[in-house]
Each structure stands twice: as structure tokens, then as C-alpha cells.
């Protein structure tokens, strides 16, 4: 993997995290108080391999509470 393709790679992972900050700060402010958010983030590939797909596809999923 190139160096380029790595800044690539944390350029979307950062643009992605400041997003998903601002989108769960202002959905916790809409929510009702005191009962807590469950939250998935999920990272899926979603190219078209057509005949050849990679062996294992990307697919990560990450669950958690957000209590305000």
C-alpha cells in the first residue's frame, strides 16, 4: 500500500469521524433526556468486483450506547 492510498484512506476516516460527530451531537439534542442512544457504525465495501470479489469482503460493524 502507498503512502498516498494510506492519506487517502485517513482523510476519509477523519471526515467520516467529524460527521458522525456532528450528526450524533445534534440527534442526542432532539432525543428525549435520560434514556440512552444505541449507535452501529458500519464500514462496508460497496464496490461492483463483478465475477472476482475479494475473498472477504470489508464489513465492520461497531455497537455502542450514547447516554446524555
Known sequence: ????????????????????DEAMVAHLARTPQGQPVKIRLILEDLSDYGPTPPETPLHLEIEGELRS
Open 1 to 20: 500500500m502507498t503512502e498516498t492510498e494510506r492519506d487517502t484512506i485517513r482523510r476519509l476516516l477523519k471526515t467520516f469521524g467529524i460527521q458522525a
